[in-house]
């Protein structure tokens, strides 16, 4: 089956820690998203990518960082510099960027700052 | 700034009855606008997408409607089922853009 996937489901991070959220896709899709969910907001633009090897900043990009060496992942790490990452973590993917592409959604990472 | 507004308050129908729920945009002008639905603890799932130049759009029991002038989207879910009962999102790309724009959702309840 194709789909895209997300791990763990639930991380627990400590303060200072730095923590990589994986996001891999079967999908043979181009773009790639992350985004941050809070409750009672939109979804929020962490970071996108067209293709391999190149990815540009979201909205709120700062504390966070991306790689997209392969096509099919594009891992998450939040970093020490996050002041307040409690929250849902979702990553995405659609065949064009933007364009009124259909996104393709993981199940999502909680996260949790003890 | 650009901005989605989705109500807020939680909608509670009962079934057999048609749900409606608003997107309200302003300062954008979007080329395409989408809904999803995400279940508490998941991922949002694609719906419908509609563009700038169609009025509306069906599928099965949903059916949406996109008045540029108004800069609104209506959502419509008919003879609805408990099973309905969801948080729905909006979502607005423009033309040549690179960032789809994501409203914050209405909790759809639907009582049996």
């Not at chain 1, 307040?84 to 933007?98: D, K, M």
């Not at chain 2, 002008?29 to 719906?47: C, E, I, K, N, T």
Request: aromatic content about 12%; charged content about 20%; hydrophobic content about 30%.
């Amino acid at each position: 089956d194709g789909g895209i996937t997300q791990s763990p489901k639930y991380l627990f991070r400590k303060e200072g820690q730095n923590v990589t959220l994986s996001c891999e896709q079967n999908l043979n899709h181009d773009a790639m998203y992350w985004y941050r969910q809070d409750p009672g907001q939109g979804l929020r633009l962490i970071y996108y990518s067209q293709i391999v090897n190149d990815f540009q900043k979201g909205d709120i990009a700062e504390g966070y960082s991306v790689s997209r060496e392969k096509k099919e992942s594009f891992p998450l790490t939040v970093t020490s510099a996050q002041k307040n990452p409690t929250a849902f973590y979702l990553c995405a993917s659609s065949i064009l960027l933007g364009q009124g592409g259909e996104q393709f959604f993981g199940p999502g990472t909680r996260l949790t700052v003890l | 700034s650009q901005k989605i507004e989705q109500n807020s308050e939680a909608l509670n129908i009962q079934e057999g009855k048609t749900a409606t729920l608003t997107c309200n945009y302003t300062n954008y002008s979007p080329a395409y606008l989408q809904w999803y639905r995400q279940d508490p603890g998941r991922g949002p799932v694609f719906l419908l997408l509609i563009r700038e130049n169609e009025k509306e759009k069906r599928k099965e029991r949903l059916k949406v409607t996109f008045d540029t002038t108004l800069k609104q989207s209506l959502f419509h879910i008919t003879a609805s089922q408990p099973a309905d009962s969801a948080t729905y999102l909006c979502a607005l790309d423009s033309t040549g853009g690179f960032k789809t724009i994501f409203g914050a959702g209405t909790r759809l309840f639907v009582k049996a």
